[in-house]
């Protein structure tokens, strides 16, 4: 790591396509980062992106034939394998903030706002790497619901909607690596941490206070709000000048989705928690 700022940006070309980039150097590369080949991934994610249209088309499709199919059936209980699940996503989830957040912190604290959301990571660094990662998670999260469904537990709306949107957004992202995924990536790392350490320790029977669940909903419900507020900014500068590493069209995509997601999560988190009613079981929103 670098003890100074020495310039603002670099420019990344492949593909038919420019990245301006924080030129950020990590100190040192994990084996599983070493493989990482820039051209090869941006390659993939330009040639093959709108076939996450296409994958989150069939989980909802699944979704709703698992759940018919379940109807007559008996739940399963799956506490060992649910635990397994979700203690390989905790894990998963707090090595990616790890490694992701020391190029983050460089960004927003050395670099300065401005420049974390209109410089992309590097892309022949682990961050980018870890960016990846986070694209191609978001097709094994859809585990998440299958799990839910075979439990027989609620699938809502904001649920399936969250996940099959998410893959969609980030593949989408994934082309130019977009300046504001930093953002978006670091944070949902942060909260996944957290979120399935709490769904780990939940699935082996162990109850935690209600305001473990409320800090989670928050968390996700802060995220969208973030979300939609450097989308907002991002829109700004745009307009007047600044160099962004954002197309309007990821940018249009990505605050309507964000806006949707505020909406639905705050709505969540005000009826399972403000609104004074009944006490029932958690559900699953991510």
Known sequence: MSAEVTERFKVWTGNNETIIYSPFEYDSTWLIESWWDDLTMHTFFKNHWFKSVYLSAAYVIATNLLTRYMEPRKPKSMRPLLLLWNGILAVFS?????????????????????????????????????????????????????????????????????????????????????????????????????????????????????????????????????????SCIVLHLKLNGEMCQQSYDNLALSFGIYASFLILFSSFFNNAYLVKKESKPAVKTD
């Open 94 to 230: 707090i090595m990616g903030t790890w490694r992701f957040g020391i190029e983050f912190y460089d960004a927003v604290f050395r670099r300065g706002f401005i420049d974390s959301i209109c410089l992309a990571v590097n892309p022949r660094s682990p961050s980018a790497f870890w960016a990846c990662m986070f694209a191609l998670s978001k097709i094994a999260e859809f585990g998440d619901t299958m799990f839910l469904v075979l439990r027989k537990r609620p699938v809502i709306f904001l649920h399936w909607y969250h996940h099959a949107v998410v893959l969609i957004l980030s593949w989408h992202a994934a082309i130019e690596l977009t300046a504001p995924g930093r953002w978006f990536i670091f944070m949902n790392y942060l909260v996944h941490s957290i979120m399935y350490t709490y769904y780990a320790v939940t699935s082996v029977g162990y109850r935690l206070p209600k305001l473990v669940s409320m800090t989670v909903t928050f968390l996700q419900t802060l995220q969208m709000f973030i979300g939609v507020g450097i």
